[in-house]
């Protein structure tokens, strides 16, 4: 079992900046992937971005690509959200994920969930 832990959210302007963190603990040594997710009011859950283990591919979502930089610190095992240039729509509740494959995260399934942290942005 992995525990994952979110925090960084807070209430910007839009334009603004914002860094999350997901700190992992637990049997880190079965992950293979780590992902954000994010959760809209009324909307379903939508991936934003992943990293494999060794940091070496990303993914991301088209919405996201070029204003997002999902980063991570193997040894403190961390994984960052860098949020540029940030808009309205990117409002929502999100969500730190652990999986063993990346076809899962595509599919909205994880091994593992933080409690997700709340990112507010005004226009």
């Known amino acids: 079992q992995v525990q994952l832990v979110e925090s960084g959210g807070g209430l910007v302007q839009a334009g603004d900046s914002l860094r999350l963190s997901c700190a992992a603990s637990?049997?880190?040594?079965?992950?293979?992937?780590m992902a954000w997710f994010r959760q809209a009011p009324g909307r379903e859950r939508e991936f934003v971005a992943t990293i494999n283990w060794s940091g070496s591919n990303t993914v991301y979502a088209d919405s996201v690509q070029g204003r997002f930089t999902i980063s991570k610190d193997n040894a403190k095992n961390m994984v960052y959200l860098q949020m540029n240039s940030l808009k309205p729509e990117d409002t929502g509740d999100y969500y730190c994920?652990?999986?063993?494959?990346?076809?899962?995260?595509?599919?909205?399934?994880?091994?593992?969930w933080g409690q997700g942290t709340q990112v507010t942005v005004s226009s």
């Open positions: 637990g049997r880190t040594f079965s992950i293979a992937w």
């Open positions: 994920a652990a999986a063993r494959t990346y076809s899962s995260l595509r599919r909205v399934v994880a091994d593992s």
